[in-house]
């Protein structure tokens, strides 16, 4: 927790990395997802650059992995143009904020390597046999 005259509870981490974010159109039966680049995350929230993506609700669904990971209930805590700051629903550990920072440092080098890639399945072994040395 910060002190002095600075609000925030949490410190806000630097991070560039590619999340999705899931929000119903219709009713419950149509699910919008959209790819958009989180600037800065801390245990209660985040900011992400969501281009012209102008449709986010006051209520969203972030998730930092694959198909299969974990779903993140958000609320839009401010809004400026293509950029949202959100608060999560249930505040994030220290130790899940430092793996979406490592994963980010990591999606930064394959990036780097490989160019813009979409962390495809060859992208990954190829970070692995970087860091691995197999």
Not at 20 to 31: A, D, E, H, K, M
Not at 45 to 71: A, C, H, R, T
């Amino acid at each position: 927790m910060t002190s002095g005259g600075d609000r925030r509870k949490w410190i806000r981490r630097a991070v560039d990395l590619s999340v999705r974010v899931l929000f119903p159109t219709s009713g419950l039966r149509n699910v919008l997802e959209a790819n958009v680049r989180l600037k800065d995350i801390s245990e209660g929230g985040s900011l992400m650059n969501i281009g012209k993506l102008n449709n986010v609700p006051d209520f969203f669904y972030l998730q930092f992995g694959s198909d299969k990971s974990e779903l993140i209930g958000c609320y839009v805590a401010g809004r400026a143009p293509g950029m949202i700051r959100c608060q999560f629903v249930n505040e994030l550990t220290p130790a899940q904020v430092e793996q979406i920072i490592t994963r980010s440092r990591s999606d930064a080098l394959v990036d780097e390597l490989f160019g813009e890639t979409d962390n495809s399945a060859a992208a990954e072994d190829a970070m692995r046999a970087l860091f691995n040395g197999s």
